[in-house]
Structure formats: C-alpha cells, structure tokens
C-alpha cells in the first residue's frame, strides 16, 4: 500500500494541515483531498496520513506539469509552498494527478515578505 505519512511536531503537523483543509473546497487543486491529524500519545508529536500515492521522479514529470501545479497554489489559493521539489511532489493512485505535498514551510501570498515572489523549482531534488 503506497500511503503518504509524516510524523512531526503538533505544530508543524497543525500548520501543515491547516492547508490542507482550505483546498479541501476547491475541486482539481494539486493538492491531496483525504488527510487525517492524529496526536501521538505521550509526546508533542502529530501524524498526518494522506491519501494513497505514489513518488514521482523525473521522468514521469513533465515540467509543465509542476508548473501548472505551482500556478494553480499560487493564483487560486494564494499560497505559496516555499519547498517545491520531486521529494514534496505525488501522484493519486486513484486519478493519476501530480499533487503537491509537505505544506510544513508554505504561507499565505500576503504573508510573504518582499523577497517572497513565486515558489522556485528544484528539478533532481
């Protein structure tokens, strides 16, 4: 079974999830729809479980791709992710959708300072 999981701190998890939960709404975002937040008994930890899928690698991406993914975050969710890269990038097993994960460093367009224009891409990562 190819399921996406990360075990972090409760508030990067929260942080993370919180994300999930705006695009939840949103039809055909590159985002995963089906998530769970769970606290981990007996410390300050948070799983978050994500809907089946699978790695990508670069040949089974197309660049537009990506950049279509990063475009919607950006325009229809004013989001920027900040760590776009193959290792935070899936594909649905159920649709076969490329989808952004690991939404640990991403913040709201309006909270981006100056520097702060448009996610980058680390092709290879």
């Known amino acids: 079974m190819n399921l996406v999981v990360k075990i972090?701190?409760?508030?990067?998890?929260?942080?993370?999830?919180?994300f999930y939960l705006r695009?939840?709404?949103?039809?055909?975002?590159?985002?995963?729809?089906?998530f769970g937040a769970f606290d981990i008994d007996g410390s300050n930890?948070?799983?978050?479980?994500?809907?089946?899928?699978?790695?990508?690698d670069d040949a089974s991406?197309?660049?537009?791709e990506i950049s279509k993914a990063v475009d919607d975050l950006n325009?229809?969710?004013r989001i920027h992710h900040h760590d776009i890269s193959l290792a935070n990038m899936v594909r649905g097993i159920a649709?076969?959708?490329?989808?952004?994960?690991?939404?640990?460093e991403a913040v709201d367009a309006e909270d981006?300072?100056?520097?702060?224009?448009?996610d980058y891409i680390k092709v290879g990562a």
């Open 8 to 18: 972090g701190s409760a508030d990067v998890i929260r942080h993370e999830a919180s």
């Open 45 to 56: 930890g948070c799983a978050l479980v994500l809907e089946l899928a699978r790695p990508v």
């Open 75 to 77: 325009t229809r969710l």
């Open 95 to 104: 649709d076969g959708k490329l989808k952004i994960i690991d939404f640990a």
């Open 61 to 64: 991406v197309d660049p537009y």
């Open 112 to 118: 981006c300072d100056k520097n702060c224009d448009r």
């Open 23 to 34: 695009a939840r709404p949103h039809r055909n975002l590159p985002m995963v729809a089906d």
